[in-house]
């Protein structure tokens, strides 16, 4: 997990989460469907699928990486936010608000 902290964009350096195996294991599950889902959506445009099929299938994706978000924002609440709150720092909440705000676009 160190060697993918130094490919993290500067923005996203600032801090870091310890994650463990099963929550690690889960997320980037979910990520390698959504990744095989989008190469299947890449081939059905090659091999000039129908356009609503690719429609549906882009609508399963969007809905994976919504559904991503949810358990990744759950565990989130759960342990960094709580963990700050624990610790007195009220920002966090202020953090948690705004990201809210910009996943609710």
Known sequence: MEQMEKQLPDCCRHKTKERSEKEYR???????????????VRN?????????????QVAAINA??????KVLLANHIR???????????DEAVEELLAVLQKLMK
């Open 26 to 40: 889960d997320l980037c599950n979910r990520l390698s469907r959504i990744e095989g889902q989008v190469r299947g």
């Open 79 to 89: 342990t960094c936010v709580a963990d700050d709150i624990r610790r007195g720092d």
């Open 44 to 56: 059905m445009l090659e091999s000039n699928a129908y356009c609503t099929d690719i429609l549906l």
């Open 64 to 69: 994976a990486l919504h559904s991503f978000n």
